[in-house]
């Protein structure tokens, strides 16, 4: 059984950086894609980006293209995601996804963790 654990959210200052991790567990995450998402309050859930385990894929939204940088340790099985110059509209709950092959839907996700940007 896939687990995901999130862990790295805090408050921080506009312009601060913080590192997020997830903790992935249960099976051999070759072909995966592992992706983060945020939802703020009021909002849908979106994704922020992606990359893919084997290093083949990456994805990022405009608003975190130069400033969010995802990236993963194999031998440890966590996925991260870089924030720098952070702002007070990154401000959501951001959650860690995994999509296996070959339908690489997100199947499966993390309990999530805050941040918050100040101004």
């Known amino acids: 059984q896939v687990q995901l654990v999130e862990s790295g959210g805090g408050l921080v200052q506009a312009g601060g950086s913080l590192r997020l991790s997830c903790a992935a567990s249960?099976?051999?995450?070759?072909?995966?894609?592992m992706g983060w998402f945020r939802q703020a309050p009021g909002k849908e859930r979106d994704v922020v980006g992606a990359i893919g385990w084997n290093g083949d894929y990456e994805y990022y939204i405009n608003s975190v293209k130069g400033r969010f940088t995802i990236s993963r340790d194999i031998a440890e099985n966590t996925v991260y995601l870089q924030m720098n110059s952070l702002k007070p509209e990154d401000t959501a709950v951001y959650y860690c996804?995994?999509?296996?092959?070959?339908?690489?839907?997100?199947?499966?996700w993390g309990q999530g963790t805050q941040v918050s940007v100040s101004s």
């Open positions: 996804a995994a999509a296996p092959p070959p339908t690489l839907k997100w199947d499966y």
């Open positions: 249960g099976r051999t995450f070759s072909g995966y894609r």
